[in-house]
């Protein structure tokens, strides 16, 4: 397995094993809800994600357990949160994740926020556009009908109106002209950001954002240009980049992870929920098509996601006591819904596992999960995850639990609702599960 080298840290002896335990224990009996707070880092809301936490989460971890310099990983880093939080620390941030869309977020928020300054000129690459809608209509309209393959053009037809197509080509055929790499990054985050989003949107598709589009037919899409344009400023305004660090983005799946063992300081994650329940391709899909990717391409990588509801070609793995009962709880109310879980379960341990691996003596590792509940069946994931990250060899020092927020966490429903059901009435806390590697070889 090729491994990426990460900087060398020497051993320091600045704090006894006694005082770090008690700072980890602190934070996760604390409150860890952080409800009504704003972060001042604008590059959280570049772009719409669902079910990231609240940056105040890894924030308060990586200020009180870390030091400047030291190396703060995610491996399963979503939106970039806590990479983010990483960097404006003066931490090193070291991220990996399979989904495209992830790593192209990281790209932009990591590395296009250095280059990006207020002077950019928005209005002359908006400019460009609109003189090629106007004066090349037919070259653009032959370039959208070579972009896709059959089925890829299908799912675009059936989500995107025509004219809404011909601005979409448009935009991203310019940002593709861009030779800056970081410029471009930032261009294709911006671009991504008026399909996926909370509300309006270019698609017509309602709910983007939440993984549960519907197709409303008498939906009057936003016109690409203008919806580009406001959030072009809208991201450049006051925007100031606060990192004081490297980062490290890796294309890569959180059960093999390209690190070596004893070179993380600290690891805050948050894993998908099992089943599915958050199907995240199911929304990233509706801009990585503009992107250059396939929609076969797009639901074979989705296989392949921890959680995934797929039950064939995987490979089971032996559980812990608690856990195995879990499993053949639900599978005998639902045998597919058993073997789903055993995946989940299996995946997750592969996954705690490398965190296990790559994690310093004596440092901690953060694991952030929903409440699910599978056939009407809590299946105790705080619980299960916990005996999973104990028979992988962490110590488990408490499981700290947050009322989730979910304005700020992007579910699919709100707090005022009525009658609440489905998934609203399922995902109301989560569990912060404080995991630590024994061993003192860092004088921790």
């Known amino acids: 397995m090729l491994q990426v080298e990460l900087p060398l840290k020497l051993p320091r002896?600045?704090?006894?094993?006694?005082?770090?335990?008690?700072?980890?224990?602190?934070?996760l009996q604390g409150d860890l809800g952080f409800h009504g707070q704003k972060s001042p880092n604008i590059f959280h809301s570049w772009h719409?994600?669902?079910?990231?936490?609240?940056?105040?989460?890894?924030?308060?971890f990586i200020a009180e357990l870390t030091q400047p310099g030291d190396i703060v990983f995610d491996p399963m880093m979503g939106s970039c949160t806590t990479l983010l939080e990483a960097v404006a620390l003066g931490r090193a941030a070291v991220g990996t994740d399979i989904d495209p869309l992830s790593i192209r977020l990281g790209q932009a928020k990591l590395i296009a926020a250095r280059a990006v300054s207020a002077g950019i000129r928005g209005h002359e690459f908006l400019e460009r556009v609109r003189q090629r809608l106007s004066q090349q209509p037919e070259t653009l309209q032959k370039a959208l009908e070579k972009r896709f393959d059959e089925k890829t053009r299908s799912f675009v037809d059936y989500w995107f109106a025509p004219h809404t197509q011909l601005e979409l080509i448009a935009l991203i055929r310019e940002i593709e002209r861009i030779e800056d790499p970081a410029l471009r990054a930032f261009f294709t985050l911006t671009f991504s950001s008026i399909i996926i989003t909370k509300s309006g949107g270019v698609s017509m598709a309602r709910d983007l954002a939440h993984t549960r589009p519907h197709r409303v037919t008498d939906k009057v899409p936003n016109s690409p240009l203008e919806e580009f344009g406001k959030r072009l400023q809208k991201n450049l305004k006051n925007m100031k980049w606060q990192g004081r660090s490297e980062s490290t983005i890796l294309e890569a799946n959180s059960r093999k992870l390209p690190l070596g063992e004893n070179s993380i300081d600290l690891i805050v994650t948050s894993p998908p929920y099992a089943s599915n329940a958050i199907d995240y391709m199911r929304a990233h899909k509706f801009s990585l098509v503009w992107l250059g990717y396939a929609v076969d391409h797009l639901s074979q990588l989705r296989r392949g996601y921890i959680g995934g509801d797929a039950t064939t070609g995987i490979e089971y793995l032996p559980m812990p006591s608690y856990t195995q009962k879990m499993i053949h709880h639900l599978s005998a109310a639902d045998?597919?819904?058993?073997?789903?879980?055993?995946?989940?379960?299996?995946?997750?341990?592969e996954s705690l596992?490398?965190?296990?691996?790559?994690?310093?003596?004596?440092?901690?590792?953060?694991?952030?999960?929903?409440?699910?509940?599978?056939?009407?069946i809590d299946i105790q994931i705080h619980h299960c995850l916990r005996e999973i990250g104990e028979a992988v060899g962490f110590e488990h020092v408490h499981t700290g639990v947050r009322q989730l927020d979910r304005d700020k966490r992007m579910m699919p429903a709100r707090w005022n609702r009525k009658n609440n059901t489905g998934i609203e009435a399922r995902m109301h806390e989560e569990y912060v599960i404080g995991f630590r590697k024994p061993g003192t070889e860092d004088g921790r």
């Open 335 to 349: 045998a597919k819904k058993g073997k789903v879980l055993h995946r989940y379960y299996s995946e997750m341990t």
């Open 13 to 27: 002896a600045d704090e006894e094993d006694g005082s770090y335990a008690d700072r980890m224990l602190g934070l």
């Open 353 to 376: 596992s490398e965190m296990q691996r790559v994690l310093r003596p004596g440092c901690a590792a953060i694991v952030v999960v929903g409440t699910s509940v599978i056939r009407g």
């Open 48 to 60: 719409a994600f669902p079910a990231k936490f609240p940056p105040q989460l890894p924030h308060a």
